[in-house]
């Protein structure tokens, strides 16, 4: 099982929206709504940002937003802050007996 | 406060064994599925293993299948890894994470790192 595509790095100025694709297959991003976001800083654990494609624990902001379109997930934030400049990762559940579970490459999120 | 805590990283030669630890607390941790990810230097996160709440299930991912297990003791609130025949490529930072609805890693450790080198 491959990791799940996402571009190396995505850009935008504060106040504005940066959306991050996570591609991957039908035996994964597009076969389950499994699909979770996590934000990582510098020497930091993960944290999780969305769950079930488009859900939000407690306490994040809202200006975080998933969704998926066939075998692609997207994250979405809006009203991009000094402080969304992190590494994100996407994840899906896969089924498969040799890895469950895949994370995507990565995308490091600047703020211009 | 809900809370990780890894131990048991350490410097260990190609072949070696390592038993990487997770302290639970602030929920009931016998009531949730639990993995481990990793990090290798500079790289992405990769799971590694999970197990269900009452150990009936284990899963692995195919690098480590067969050379690590996992385990848990919620007696403790504690989490396991036991790493045998460890290679070059299991350097990395071991994350222990809580698995809450839909599979979503909803509460993370800080990490231990694991170096393998001769």
């Known amino acids: 099982q491959s990791a799940l595509t996402q571009p190396p790095s995505a850009s935008g100025s504060p106040g504005q929206s940066v959306t991050i694709s996570c591609t991957g297959t039908s035996s994964d991003v597009g076969g389950y709504n499994y699909v979770s976001w996590y934000q990582q800083y510098p020497g930091k654990a993960p944290k999780l940002m969305i769950y079930?494609?488009?859900k939000r624990p407690s306490g994040v902001p809202d200006r975080f937003s998933g969704s998926k379109s066939g075998n692609t997930a997207s994250l979405t934030v809006s009203g991009l802050q000094a402080e969304d400049e992190a590494d994100y990762y996407c994840?899906?559940?896969?089924?498969?007996?040799?890895?469950?579970?895949?994370f995507g490459t990565g995308t490091k999120v600047t703020v211009l | 406060e809900v809370q990780l805590v890894e131990s048991g990283g350490d410097l260990v030669q190609p072949g070696g064994s390592l038993r990487l630890s997770c302290a639970a607390s602030?929920?009931?941790?016998?009531?949730?599925?639990m993995s481990w990810v990793r990090q290798a230097p500079g790289k992405g996160l990769e799971w590694v293993a999970n197990i269900k709440e009452d150990e009936s299930e284990r899963n692995y991912a195919d690098s480590v299948r067969g050379r690590f297990t996992i385990f848990r003791d919620n007696a403790k609130n504690s989490l396991y890894l036991q790493m045998n025949s460890l290679r070059v490529e299991d350097t990395a930072k071991y994350y222990c994470?809580?698995?809450?609805?839909?599979?979503?890693?909803?509460?993370w450790g800080q990490g231990t790192t694991v170096t393998v080198s001769s």
């Open positions: 994470a809580r698995e809450g609805v839909r599979a979503a890693r909803d509460v």
């Open positions: 079930e494609v488009s």
């Open positions: 602030g929920f009931t941790f016998g009531t949730y599925w």
């Open positions: 994840h899906s559940y896969t089924g498969s007996y040799n890895n469950f579970y895949v």
